[in-house]
């Protein structure tokens, strides 16, 4: 088989080598091993498969690398032999490898043959957890190595014995046991047959235990005897007698035990009870014996004690608590009341007797200790009388009760009033009506002694206004009713309904009668209360010949943290003072007080004051605004009278300035609402006013660079800022000589801003009539709407002063605080014609009449501005126009007559070019033709006032003339004229609004 190298390798197409890897040439083997060889080709040559040869003789071959065979050596002879790998190219030429001799060594065969089966296995229980095997030994072709022992079918123990003894076993238990032989080389043997034993059950050393308890359906508590028991072993006994049973308790007597039944369960009754206490029984341990001999324990227990109790019940029965004696009512009731809980007790255990007549009964109700008797059934008057007799109900022993006693057990019988009881009601002797005081009181006569009257029990109605509450003092027979709540004029009446009280029978009243059960309330307005406080002219600068603060050196200088606020609210004060020293201030309200013009309601300091920052400009909008610390928090006390305010602010060197704020007083419903014009005061205002920085919404009075609006003016400005000079803007120029008028007079009225109809419209509902006084020029949408919404909801409209609804303004929050509706936007117009506004719409800030906007004041005023005449110019006289008009009423004035000093300094007119007003046919009228020059086009032309009523019924009066509030109150100046006093008492009248007389 080893060939020579073949004619390919001579002709150069290529070669193998093929070498045995495993075993190594020299190396012993036995057992199974691998033969490995390896294939190296040279050329182009491919391998189809190699072959192993043993001593010529093929072992097998492998067709893929790593070539390998398994070789079984011991099917070889021990000794020497040759090994050889043949490998076959894809031509079919053989090549072959080296030889490789290995020794081959194994040893002699394997031991399979397994021992012989065991015999003659048997068991024996030798005790209650032992059973003893045993067999005959079993034989092997080597020997036999053990013995593996089977309990149950598991293995249990292996041994070398013949013999094996199992223990820890459990008693009366059958075990089957079998065993199997196996030699040294493992080889087992079948297992041999079973055999089986049962282990005997263990001695019995467990003491019996015993329970005794009261038996089933003893009574407990019982008057019985004997008492009667229950004692369980817990196994057969004997030996058992009433000698094994302790009797203990309260009960007296010598008691004796007699005890039956058994093995297990005994009755043990118990007699000899003399006297009432409790019954214990208990088995001491020792005293009974089980079949193995073993002593019983001592008895637990969970109930081996009963009472014996042979005592009766006792019962008292009196009249109830409470019960009235004599009465009319029924039934009447009388309390039993048993020694011990009782059962049994009915009303057949009540004996009724006494002088009332009729068929009387009895009912109970109530127990088991405390029972309610009932009676019912008297006709005729007399007395009643309960008992109890003896044995009508027993305790829970079974004993019977004695016979009742009583201490009170009478009640005198009445027939009852079925008479109801009658009233009258009238104004109190005394009461004044008409009255304007609160309460009204009436007087309620009741025809006999009643309970249960309230103010629930009061009808009130009438046309006085206002929630009417009633309060009731007094009684049982006469009561005062107060009632209070009234706040508009009218009747109170007050009236009692049936059936809200009752006399001592139940009688319910029956309605009231009244001969003058009608008040008239006539109210004080709180504004005539609030004028008849002390007043002070404090108010007013130039006191102390000291000039006012001014905006260059900023002396004293302050603001406020909002124009208005609600009684009971704070508002917080900013304050400057240059240099830095102490400062006071002092509140004022503005209105009549005697002709005074203030009231001095508090003052404050003196205060540490700082030098505050200078406000900053924005550069785009001109907005001035300041960064201030806030000085003062004043709390607004509950019990001031709405109105407007000023602040009247000193420093240590004695200059001064204002602050001025309005207290508004949300939840009264009042005649009028006046709103302050504090738009106009901040458009106004170019504080600083110093000739360098200070800005207002006009060119006249601002400083410093242009604007977005392409001059000097701003487009907004700020409350967070004081007012320019004094510091209270506009209002003592007009609106402060309307206020000291209407309230002087007496007026129903209350105070707000141009912010306050900004933020709520629906504000103007509470009141009759709206008034905008003065120079009222620039609103926003909000006041526009709502004051139109208004009039539409029938609130008259009262713009005594002129220039009113002029330009449009949009309000945003202050950039630095945050706080809603501080900054007042209106761009108006730039010097081209053009708005700046970035807003274009309904709300782009230019004249109302003008676009987009198109709503022109005039229709909503009657007239709207026209021209004005400059402030150091005298004022034209007010012309008379359609006399005729209800306006004009008591004046004496006609057709072409003049007032003096009434037109100026801004007027409006009526114009055709726009559109009029909505109203009622032939209630739109021109009230005067008022000459005056213009001040800018130096020309002449008509100043107009107007009155007309909306579809909605509303009067709106338009005056025309900014200055109409000093015709009604001046400061000796000439201006006041009764004519103007009259027209406007003429139009507050057609408002549904009137002093009181």
């Known amino acids: 088989l080893i060939a020579p190298q073949p004619a390919q390798a001579q002709l150069g197409l290529g070669s193998l080598i093929v070498t045995i890897t495993f075993p190594a040439d020299g190396s012993p083997v036995s057992g199974t091993v691998p033969v490995n060889a390896s294939v190296s080709i040279i050329g182009s040559l491919t391998v189809s498969q190699v072959q192993f040869y043993r001593d010529g003789n093929l072992i097998g071959s492998d067709s893929a690398a790593p070539y390998s065979v398994s070789w079984n050596t011991t099917s070889t002879n021990n000794g020497s032999h040759t090994l050889t790998a043949v490998a076959t190219d894809v031509l079919g030429v053989r090549w072959n490898s080296n030889p490789v001799t290995v020794t081959v060594s194994n040893g002699p065969p394997p031991d399979t043959t397994p021992p012989m089966v065991p015999t003659g296995l048997t068991a024996s229980a030798v005790s209650s957890s032992q059973i003893n095997l045993s067999w005959t030994a079993s034989s092997d072709n080597v020997g036999v190595s053990g013995y593996r022992v089977y309990r149950n079918g598991t293995q249990i123990a292996t041994t070398s014995a013949t013999s094996f003894a199992n223990t820890g076993l459990s008693p009366s238990t059958t075990y089957s046991y079998t065993v199997a032989a196996y030699d040294a080389a493992g080889n087992l043997s079948t297992q041999s047959s079973s055999a089986s034993a049962t282990t005997p059950a263990p001695p019995d050393t467990t003491p019996p235990a015993v329970t005794i308890n009261q038996a089933a359906g003893q009574a407990d508590p019982t008057s019985s005897s004997p008492i009667n028991f229950t004692a369980v072993f817990s196994e057969p006994v004997s030996g058992f007698s009433g000698a094994g049973v302790t009797i203990s308790g309260t009960a007296g007597g010598t008691k004796t035990v007699t005890v039956s039944g058994g093995p297990s369960t005994y009755t043990v009754a118990v007699s000899g009870m003399s006297t009432d206490g409790t019954v214990i029984a208990s088995i001491a341990v020792g005293v009974a014996q089980d079949a193995a001999g073993n002593l019983n324990t001592a008895s637990t227990s969970t109930d081996n004690s009963v009472t014996f109790d042979a005592t009766p019940p006792s019962v008292t029965i009196n009249q109830a608590a409470g019960q009235a004696d004599p ?198 307005s709180p504004i005539v209360l609030e004028n008849q406080q002390p007043g002070s002219g404090n108010w007013r600068m130039w006191l102390h010949n000291i000039p006012p603060a001014d905006d260059v050196n900023k002396q004293i200088k302050g603001y406020a943290s909002a124009t208005s606020v609600n009684k ?355 209630t739109y009228q021109v009230l005067s033709q008022s000459p005056f020059v213009d001040s800018y086009s130096r020309t002449t032309m008509t100043a107009n006032s107007s009155i007309y009523q909306a579809p909605s019924g509303a009067w709106v009066f338009g005056a025309g003339t900014t200055s109409w509030a000093w015709g009604l109150s001046d400061d000796g100046d000439g201006y006041m004229d009764p004519r103007i006093q009259r027209i406007t008492a003429n139009v507050l009248n057609r408002f549904g609004v009137s002093p009181p007389p």
């Open 327 to 524: 009465t009319s009512s029924s039934p009447i009731n009388f309390t039993a009341v048993f020694s011990e809980p009782v059962s049994g007790f009915s009303s057949a255990g009540v004996t009724l007797s006494g002088t009332a007549g009729g068929t009387k009964t009895a009912a109970v109700s109530g127990g088991p200790s405390t029972y309610n008797v009932a009676v019912s059934g008297m006709t005729t008057a007399g007395t009643v009388l309960a008992s109890i007799a003896a044995g009508v109900a027993s305790d829970a022993a079974g004993n019977g009760n004695t016979a009742s006693t009583s201490t009170d057990n009478s009640v005198s019988f009445t027939p009852s009033d079925t008479t109801p009881p009658t009233v009258t009601i009238n104004q109190a002797a005394g009461q004044a009506d008409p009255t304007s005081s609160s309460p009204i009181n009436f007087t309620a006569v009741f025809s006999k002694p009643i309970s249960g009257f309230t103010s629930a029990g009061i009808t009130l109605s009438g046309t006085a206004g206002g929630i009417k509450t009633a309060t009731v003092s007094g009684g049982p027979t006469i009561y005062t009713v107060a009632v209070s709540g009234m706040t508009s004029s009218g009747t109170v009446l007050a009236s009692i309904p049936a059936g809200v009280a009752s006399d001592a029978a139940g009688n319910l009243n029956t309605a009231s009668t009244s001969t003058d059960n009608s008040v008239t309330f006539t109210p004080v």
């Open 568 to 922: 009971g609210e704070s508002i917080t004060f900013y304050v400057t003072v240059n240099p830095a020293q102490q400062y006071t201030m002092d509140v004022y309200r503005m209105g009549w007080y005697q002709g005074l013009g203030g009231r001095l309601m508090q003052s404050i300091g003196p205060l540490q004051g700082v030098a505050q920052p200078a406000c900053p400009v924005d550069a785009t909008t001109g907005l001035t605004e300041c960064n201030w610390t806030a000085s003062y928090t004043l709390a607004v006390p509950p019990n001031w009278t709405s109105g407007v305010f000023v602040v009247m602010l000193t420093n240590a060197q004695g200059y001064q300035n204002y602050i001025t704020f309005v207290v508004r007083d949300d939840a009264r419903v009042a005649d009028i609402m006046f709103q302050q014009a504090v738009n106009t005061y901040q458009a106004y205002s170019n504080y600083p006013d110093d000739n360098a920085t200070g800005k207002s919404l006009y060119d006249f009075n601002s400083y410093g660079a242009n604007t977005v609006t392409g001059t000097p003016r701003a487009a907004k400005v700020s409350w967070n800022r004081p007012y320019a000079d004094y510091g209270a803007g506009q209002f003592f120029q007009w609106e402060f000589y309307f206020i000291r008028w209407l309230e002087s007079s007496g007026y129903d009225v209350k105070y707000s801003t141009d912010l306050d109809t900004h933020e709520n419209g629906v504000r103007l509902l509470n009141s009759k009539a709206f008034l905008s006084v003065g120079h009222n020029e620039y609103w926003s949408k909000p006041m526009y709407d709502g004051v139109q919404q208004a009039r539409d909801a029938g609130i008259h409209l009262g713009f005594f002063g002129a220039d009113a609804v002029f330009w449009q303004v949009r309000f945003e929050p202050s950039p630095l605080t945050g706080a809603a509706d501080r900054v007042m936007v209106c761009y108006k117009n730039s010097p081209d014609g053009h708005s700046p506004d970035p807003v274009q719409g309904p709300t782009t800030t230019v004249l109302w009449r003008d676009p987009p906007v198109n709503r022109p004041e005039q229709q909503l005023v009657g007239v709207q501005f026209s021209g004005s005449i400059d402030v150091k110019t005298p004022n034209s006289p007010y012309v008379v126009q359609n006399s005729s008009s209800w306006v004009y009423a008591g004046t004496g004035l006609a057709d072409g007559d003049s007032i003096p000093k009434i037109v100026g300094y801004e007027m409006d007119s009526s114009m055709s070019n726009f559109p009029l007003p909505a109203s009622v046919a032939g």
